[in-house]
């Protein structure tokens, strides 16, 4: 018996929620990301990390506040813990990827290539380890076509979105770069669920074993909304970030190259002193000449 699916069962309450936090795990990753580029490299690795958890967490958030709004007719739904919380694993280790890769090699056409690509399958991989962690009486289906055309979306969404990452400098361009990111997030997950479908089998009573929905949204709220709370007070209350100034060390860098430079150049230009050359070095004495007999 093919069972009847409403993915809306709240209306536009969980779409809207679900793009919200779509969208503040896209902001915090990009600014964090643009972070990393402006700091010395001992610092570079935290700064990805912390983007990558955040975009990981407001992804995963994001479904799972939008599998609240899906039901079918009569049908209890519950979901295993270990696989629901599996895929938040999936979803950091495979954004992580992307994002140190084109953290680390820049916004080439190969680094945001495979960045993107290994970004993109993460999401897709999170959203379908989250639909197999689902417990009902019944056979959920796919339609290769929407499983395609998600995974295509996921790749682009991605792809754009390390770019935005790397090229983006001013906090209004980040926000308008996280608000199509979650744009298209949230469309990827969507367009999956238009071709998914529910063969119920036998009958429809009793506990398929899980837990429910509003079992697991206390605890699947709790951890990565703190995490993103956190992540968002860090980039905040980061002056750089805010103001958009290149980082001390940066500027220290610099400084030093630019001393070091006129220091070398200075060590070529020697001038004669009574018959001789007095030679300028870098903190190193010119050697006395042993005196002559006349």
């Given at each position: ?109 190969p ?12 999401v ?13 009486h ?35 361009w ?15 997950h ?18 398929p ?46 400084a ?30 010119e ?8």
């Open positions: 018996m093919q069972g009847t699916v409403d993915g809306f069962s709240y209306g536009l309450v969980t779409p809207v929620v679900a793009y919200l936090m779509a969208c503040l795990g896209g902001a915090l990753g990009l600014r964090c990301t643009t972070r990393s580029l402006l700091v010395a490299n001992t610092w570079r690795a935290g700064w990805l990390a912390l983007g990558s958890a955040a975009i990981g967490s407001g992804i995963w958030t994001m479904h799972f506040i939008a599998m609240m709004g899906f039901s079918v007719e009569r049908v209890p739904i519950h979901y295993d813990m270990a696989t629901t919380f599996a895929s938040l694993g999936v979803a950091i280790v495979m954004v992580g990827v992307g994002v140190f890769i084109v953290g680390y090699r820049g916004a080439t056409g680094a945001l290539f495979t960045g993107g690509t290994i970004t993109g399958l993460g897709a991989t999170m959203h379908y380890l989250g639909m197999a962690g689902m417990r009902l019944g056979t959920i289906q796919y339609n290769i076509v929407t499983v395609v055309a998600s995974v295509v979306i996921a790749m682009v969404a991605a792809t754009l979105a390390l770019w935005a990452a790397v090229q983006v400098r001013g906090i209004l980040s926000l308008g770069a996280s608000l199509v990111m979650g744009l298209a997030v949230s469309g990827m969507y367009m999956a669920m238009t071709g998914v479908s529910v063969h119920v089998q036998g009958s429809v009573t009793g506990n074993g899980g837990d429910t929905a509003a079992g697991i949204i206390a605890p699947m709220m709790i951890g990565p909304l703190c995490f993103l709370l956190l992540a968002g007070v860090v980039v905040m209350f980061d002056p750089l970030m805010v103001m958009g100034r290149p980082d001390w060390r940066d500027a220290q860098e610099a030093d190259i630019r001393s070091d430079a006129a220091a070398i150049h200075a060590t070529h230009r020697s001038r004669p002193i009574q018959g001789r050359r007095v030679r300028r070095s870098l903190g190193r004495p050697p006395r000449r042993a005196p002559q007999d006349w």
